[in-house]
């Protein structure tokens, strides 16, 4: 099923998301990579995480002036932030946009706050920033360009593809299942 999206994404919406249904996002999505993870767990996020959607992406930005611009936005692979993810999820976040799944840790965090894991495309960097309109900010920009926290307005951000949801069903696990029998 194709779904359309807009931010903030509510507990009722993501509740709903089933593994295989097909996503497009509008509104704000913040990337965010395991430096920035680490960071917001130790010392608090430096955004309104509640509801939120946290893409695992390092993006390629150029400065002119005092605006940044978007070149290039692609997934980067989740399980970097397996030791994390289970506690943004649990500090609110709504969705969260990567690639190559996450563990089984981050799976009961899905089922526990009724969210859902989205995979992006890899190598779909030149599409998918065509969906973004601007850059609004960047947090902890100390960290570096891809490590920091960007702030991205987007239309229709996606194709995204459900792979873990909130009843525990894990994309991933069933093809394994299928190719080993």
């Known amino acids: 099923m194709n779904v359309k999206l807009e931010t903030p994404i509510s507990s009722e919406e993501t509740a709903n998301l089933r ?18 993870h680490k960071r917001m767990v130790e010392k608090g996020s430096p955004i309104d995480i509640k509801d939120s959607i946290i893409f695992h992406a390092g993006p390629i930005i150029k400065k002119t002036d005092d605006k940044y611009d978007m070149i290039a936005v692609g997934p ?41 894991y989205l995979s992006a495309v890899g190598g779909c960097a030149a599409l998918y920033v065509k969906s973004v309109v601007k850059v609004n900010s960047v947090h902890w920009l100390d960290l570096g360009v891809p490590e920091a926290v960007w702030e991205l307005e987007v239309k229709e951000f996606g194709p995204l593809i459900v792979t873990m949801d909130s009843t525990g069903g894990n994309l991933y696990d069933e093809v394994k299942k299928r190719v080993s029998n």
């Open 19 to 36: 593994i295989g249904d097909i996503v497009y996002i509008s509104g704000t999505i913040y990337t965010a990579r395991d430096s920035a």
């Open 76 to 116: 980067t692979t989740s399980t970097r932030m397996n030791p994390y993810e289970h506690k943004i999820l649990d500090m609110g976040a709504g969705l969260i946009v990567g690639k190559g799944g996450m563990d089984e840790e981050t799976s009961k965090a899905l089922v526990r706050n009724k969210k859902a």
